[in-house]
């Protein structure tokens, strides 16, 4: 058995060609079919957006064929084999764990941190889910790859890396996180980034999110997005209480709130003077409350609430450029615990393929093995030099 992936991106061939390689949905739900019934391939997932199409397979590498996958890509784009060769990289076992975890720890993209890649392979999964051909290994491969990438985004040691607006923004929210009472959250707007964020939230065991929409059918919707988030990865069960709102509890839901979020796709309008005016009137506790403004207009507005209300806009938060010892000492804790997940996750995958080949009928072993507890119990500081 081996872990194969084939791939292009924007760095590999041009503007025009990628757009030949791109997949709609029906095409990637296609592929997903079509792939599967190659000869060896056990399982298949494709990750498909505008800058990158990879193909993750797990196959008997004794019968499967490299070129029954390339001459395939060869028809879809409609583009000779030969250029296909060439444009397309590959990776396998190791390689391909390691690719993956970089790429979703937004370790790839510019700049680093971003949530993109993120987004598309939690599509990925979906849809192959949905076709049934997203088996044990490739599950359990994209799972710990969005757990790491999950620790990476809220680990203090990755923030001379990580300086997007998001990721400052959980810098924020753990900054402030001993001084916030309770750790209710809520979220005015539903974009990805807000998505991600609540994401995040959870694991960092909040106790309450509420997200607000002018439709609550779109609050509803992202609400039940997470529960269903929370199912596909397999993350542990939370205890955080998930709320829908619309803009008529807002009153209650922003005086009820430790840490508010307002989303840069949020009509920043809709929180006015007066509604602060309204807040600062019916609240009843004196709590300190931090609002972390992606909009970054609204600081006037928000300052009536009065000094209890710690204003941040993620964009200013911590400008200072960091060194370049604290930026290495940032790569290297990085690389050593992508090493240490890739070293875990490549051992049990050659005992389950063992397994398989002395034809063991407890093909379970390796979902113990992987999906164990304590696979991410533990993130290491980077040694010293």
Known sequence: MKLLMYGVNQDTVSIDDIDRYKLSEQEKMTHLEDISAFSGVQEVCIISSEVRSEYYLNVD??????GDLLRYLSKHTDKPLKEIILETYSKFNKDVINHLLSTLSGMETKAKGSLATLKYAEAAMKSADEKQVLGNVLRKLFQKAIDFSKKMRIS???RPLYLTDPSKTIEILKDRMDSLSEQKFVLFGTDYDTVHLAKLLLDLDAESITVIHQDAEISQKMISTLKDWVHLTNSEEKQTRLHAADLTSVGFRFCNADGIIVASSFDSELLSEELMMRIEN???TEKKQVVVDFSEEKQE??????????YEA???????DFSDEEISNAELFFEENMTQVTERFMEEYQQMTELSLNQDPNRAYFNLAVGSEGSFDSISRPSKA
């Open 61 to 66: 590498e004794k019968s499967f064929k490299h």
């Open 156 to 158: 203090e040691a990755m």
């Open 282 to 284: 019916i609240r009843q």
């Open 301 to 310: 507005a928000f300052n009536l609430l009065g000094s209890l209300v710690q």
């Open 314 to 320: 993620p964009s200013t938060y911590h400008n200072n």
